[in-house]
Nanobody, 128 residues
């Protein structure tokens, strides 16, 4: 699986952005997907995860209520809608995928080491 993240940019506090992650191949719907971010000088952290069908989602406490993760399997695409952005959301955002061939409709992962494939990252800068 190859992943291409896009949609980053420079915005002001309170603005919104939507990130996209497009996956290559025909098995996108068999992958659990996730978003992570890495701020300057900090370790990469979990942002949100979504199950294969999109029925289950989970978020980091720092973004809960502001960010929404979604996916359209027919388009091989995952999204991260980010609203009410704050300067502390400034980071490089990465999408990640984990193939999960078993029937696990509600499973998503929060740990980085669960994911097998990573995109190149898209940078988000939020100014105050």
């Amino acid at each position: 699986v190859q992943l291409q993240a896009s949609g980053g940019g420079v915005v002001q506090a309170g603005d919104s952005l939507r990130l996209s992650c497009v996956a290559s191949g025909r098995t996108f719907s068999s992958n659990v997907m996730g978003w992570f971010r890495q701020a300057p000088g900090k370790e990469r952290e979990f942002v949100g995860g979504i199950s294969k069908s999109g029925s289950s989602k989970g978020y980091a406490d720092s973004v809960k209520g502001r960010f929404t993760i979604s996916r359209v399997n027919s388009k091989n695409t995952m999204y991260l809608q980010m609203n009410s952005l704050k300067p502390e959301d400034t980071a490089v955002y990465y999408c990640a995928a984990k193939p999960l061939p078993t029937y696990s409709p509600g499973t998503y992962y929060t740990a980085q080491n669960e994911y097998d494939y990573w995109g190149q990252g898209t940078e988000v800068t939020v100014s105050s």
